[in-house]
């Protein structure tokens, strides 16, 4: 039971800080929290032979381990879905700023859309 609160407390964090991350992916200014984040995740990653860095590193005498490639796979699509990492957004134009209840229902309704296959996401009729 232990295991599986902790699974899900780990869940948690991580969904909170990718929500996070995404809010400030869309007003085009990265905290420098993140900016620490991202520069410790990178050293890491090349310390680990993960990410871009997967195939400098690694060496065919250690495989990696099926849980690490798990975690792997699923940052990376956590990242894409977010926007976040190599998959960030480039900065909005100079025009006026867009409100942040606005960005966040344009966020949810963009993620109902694709949930409920709605709006550009219908399904195409022959």
Do not use: F, Q
């Not at 900065?91 to 109902?112: D, G, N």
């Amino acid at each position: 039971m232990n295991g599986r609160k902790s699974g899900i407390a780990i869940l948690a964090v991580a969904m909170v800080v990718a929500a996070i991350g995404a809010g400030a992916a869309l007003s085009g200014g990265e905290p420098p929290w993140l900016k620490a984040l991202n520069a410790r995740s990178e050293a890491l990653n090349r310390e680990h032979g993960l990410g871009e860095h997967a195939s400098t590193t690694a060496s065919a005498s250690k495989p990696t381990p099926s849980w690490l490639r798990a975690l792997m796979i699923r940052s990376d699509a956590l990242n894409r879905k977010y926007g976040l990492g190599e998959y960030a957004r480039s900065p909005a134009s100079t025009a006026k700023p867009t409100p942040s209840w606005l960005r966040a229902l344009m966020i949810r309704s963009e993620a109902l859309n694709r949930k409920y296959g709605l709006g550009e996401y219908a399904p195409k009729s022959p």
